[in-house]
């Protein structure tokens, strides 16, 4: 068939709040029924909104948004207006640009009607215009209205990641040298597969993986075995560095901008731990992990184990962290420490639970009760005439 009959027309806004002005005057479905509607108040609705509110930013309103999709017709002859090619469009329909053409008549609508032309006299978005010929052309117009509106928008947790790319490749690269391979970017992981699709390429790095693996009793035998996803591995060293209670609630705030744990915790992690300390600690999250899921009572609980050893190290950073790298240098002490703060993990799940009265999906959003900690580590030590490893360890 060709290239189908269309037009990219850089159009300013105050042509589409006009079109979408009259098209409700005159009770025209501008939008096509196929569609989302209007989403409102929302965190996408509310950046455009706020650049096309901004005097300053507006202007760049083109480069910042994906645009507007149409269908249309046919078009008048064009010709030329004062300064601008003018191109009347028959019976346009709007497939993909609800959200964008609603937040500009969201804006333009509580301006003076003197005051609009000047204001957003700078401010253009993209227009795709795409002709319908005739009926035939149904079946692919209606796979430009489910395609164009599949996209999804972005994570703000991308946008932060990308951020600080050049500090998390560093550990990215460092961890690569011990046989793991982080996942910043989502290309990441389809990346890994093309890099390490050969089985020798494979065994090579698993076979480094695994010496460090061995020291935790976990055995790596495929590539998702090393993948260590960024936001999973800054919300398990978090555990350590804070607690559990942030740990479980706070996953949202490691990738995300302008939030305190962000800015003083993610972007600065080897700050508190060095890479074989952050890695340490993932891999005793991940063994706790694989025990967990064999349990019939979510015990022991894996970012409680991880908040509990944080516990023995107080001032958390990186150049204090002697003691912790002395910890994980022999699996018989892993092992002993481990067995001690999985018995304190499922103590505290069950003491936890019949002293408040909340079952574990509730216990794990609280704050950790400290004292009820305490008492746990006392009664081990007391009744089962047991002494505390990780101090032992961490003192000698």
Request: proline share 3%.
């Amino acid at each position: 068939m060709g290239i189908r009959p269309a037009y990219y027309i850089i159009t300013p806004i105050t042509e589409i709040y006009r079109l979408y002005k009259k098209a409700q005057d005159e009770n025209y479905p501008l939008f096509s029924k196929n569609i989302r509607e209007w989403l409102g108040d929302n965190p996408i609705n509310k950046g455009i909104i706020n650049t096309l509110k901004s005097e300053e930013e507006n202007e760049n309103f083109l480069y910042y948004n994906n645009g507007i999709t149409m269908i249309y017709e046919e078009d008048e002859a064009s010709h030329l207006g004062d300064t601008k090619r003018v191109i009347p469009l028959i019976n346009p329909q709007i497939v993909n640009g609800c959200q964008t053409t609603n937040s500009i008549f969201q804006v333009l609508s509580k301006c003076k009607e003197e005051d609009i032309k000047e204001r957003f006299s700078k401010a253009y978005v993209l227009v795709k215009a795409l002709l319908k010929k005739s009926d035939d052309d149904n079946i692919f117009y209606e796979k430009v209205i489910k395609y164009t509106n599949k996209q999804n928008s972005i994570p703000d947790k991308i946008f932060a990641a990308n951020d600080s790319y050049s500090y998390f490749a560093r550990i990215q690269k460092e961890l690569k040298e011990r046989g793991f391979l982080l996942g910043i970017k989502p290309s990441d992981k389809e990346t890994f597969k093309q890099s390490y699709s050969s089985k020798k390429a494979l065994q090579e790095i698993l076979d480094i993986a695994n010496k460090r693996a061995a020291i935790f009793n976990i055995d790596l035998k495929n590539l998702k075995d090393i993948i260590i996803p960024l936001e999973k591995l800054l919300q398990i060293t978090l555990a350590f560095v804070q607690d559990g209670h942030a740990a479980y609630t706070k996953k949202s705030c490691v990738l995300k901008f302008g939030h305190p744990i962000y800015q003083n915790f993610s972007s600065c992690l080897l700050d508190h731990l060095t890479t074989d300390s952050a890695l340490n600690i993932y891999l005793l999250y991940q063994k706790a992990e694989i025990e967990r899921k064999s349990s019939d009572r979510r015990n022991p609980i894996p970012y409680y184990l991880i908040s509990f050893l944080g516990d023995y190290f107080k001032n958390k950073k990186a150049e204090n962290m002697e003691n912790l790298a002395n910890f994980f240098n022999d699996k018989t002490n892993i092992e002993d420490a481990y067995t001690w703060l999985k018995d304190i993990t499922t103590e505290y799940h069950d003491m936890y639970t019949k002293r408040h009265k909340e079952d574990y999906n509730r216990m794990i959003k609280q704050k950790i009760d400290e004292d009820l900690l305490k008492e746990i580590k006392d009664n081990f030590i007391k009744w089962g005439k047991r002494e505390d490893p990780i101090l032992r360890i961490i003192q000698s």
